[in-house]
């Protein structure tokens, strides 16, 4: 009887590290498989014209090394700016009310209205008196008609420039509430612009003829702001759409863990892509070349045309799968971090 008992005993202690192992594998499957849903959902938005953005946002991460490189915080720089010459682009007019003032790997845009100059993202400190002070010049136009700074986000490669573009010439610096605070907390050594105009969701921005309304989309940062642009090509309107920030950088804090914001990244692709649809947005434009294509739609500006199309307008379908692709994306990073546990 007592071997009986012992052999009972062991059976059921088998059978339940069997049942722990399948439930284990069970749920790692349901784990892959819901990730490659995900990703098919996002690489079928894509489809052939995002592609780079999908492969640098939807791929799997890769293993984490064994001692990890020391990382610089999103946004932040090496030490001392970099020479020009590894940076510095021409401005370019790409609409008849919109002009790319941007670095090689870092954008900026101004918006020309009949009562003034809105700026888009204002790049690093270093670079925003060349690009943005010295691009508006040399496309005729006077940078003391700023009067507002659109600010996407508060890493230094959007935010760094406007504290000049605020001092020099008393433009309103606006920016959402969640990164004038991270902003204010960033103990990097740039220039952080006084506490301005905050943003909140669905805000309209108008100056003069031209009106532009904002939507808080956290996830890339806390208040990551995306914007919608009425612009004219020769005389032609359209409709231009900024996704405001695209990786998975996240700021994580103790009380906001990573899966926080996946969540509040996939949320936010679902608000935008909603007025994206109601806007009829047909023109994509972002805060970096390699998310928009600029280099290749710069490119292929200059070559064109009477009669062209222009490369920057895609359709509105387009424009919704973009930010269709970059939420199925976060949704796959979250599915990949298995069941939430209590």
């Known amino acids: 009887m007592k071997h009986l008992k012992s052999y009972v005993i062991g059976l059921i202690a088998a059978s339940g ?11 790692a499957q349901a784990t892959n498989s819901s990730a490659d849903a995900h990703v098919a959902a996002a690489k079928a938005a894509a489809g052939t014209d995002h592609t780079e953005v999908f492969n640098n946002l939807c791929a799997a991460p890769a293993p984490a090394p064994a001692q990890p490189a020391q990382q610089q915080p999103a946004g932040a720089r090496a030490q001392g700016p970099p020479p020009r010459s590894a940076w510095h682009v021409e401005p370019v007019k790409v609409f008849d009310n919109m002009y790319y003032l941007g670095q090689s790997e870092y954008s900026a845009w101004a918006v020309n209205t009949s009562q003034g100059i809105i700026v888009i993202d204002t790049l690093f400190d270093y670079s925003v008196e060349d690009e943005i002070v010295g691009g508006l010049t040399t496309l005729g136009l006077d940078p003391t008609n700023i009067k507002y700074v659109i600010v996407s986000h508060a890493h230094s490669d959007h935010i760094g420039g406007a504290k000049l573009l605020q001092d020099r010439f008393n433009a309103h610096v606006l920016m959402s509430q969640a990164d004038w605070d991270l902003a204010a907390r960033n103990t990097q050594s740039w220039p952080k612009p006084r506490r301005d105009m905050v943003i909140t969701d669905g805000q309209k921005l108008t100056l003069g003829d031209t009106t532009l309304t904002m939507y808080l989309t ?21 409709v231009a759409a900024e996704w405001g920030g695209t990786g998975f950088n996240f700021t994580i804090t103790p009380d906001k863990p990573r899966r926080y914001w ?3 990244y996939a949320s936010s692709a679902d608000h935008f892509r909603d007025a994206v649809k ?33 490369p920057y307008v895609i359709g509105n379908d387009s424009v919704a799968r973009y930010v269709t692709m970059v939420g199925e994306c976060a949704r796959a990073g979250l599915a990949r971090m298995g069941p939430a546990t209590r």
Do not use: C, M, W, Y
Not at 281 to 289: I, M
């Open 278 to 310: 109601r806007s009829g947005a047909d023109v994509l434009f972002a805060n970096h070349p390699n998310q928009d294509g600029s280099k290749a739609k710069l490119a292929a500006l200059a070559r064109r045309k009477a009669g062209d199309p222009h």
């Open 218 to 238: 956290p996830g890339h940062t806390p208040g990551t702001v995306s914007t919608i642009v009425p612009v004219r090509d020769q005389g032609r309107p359209h």
């Open 262 to 264: 996946f969540e509040t």
């Open 17 to 27: 590290l069997g049942f722990g192992l399948l439930t284990a594998s069970a749920l």
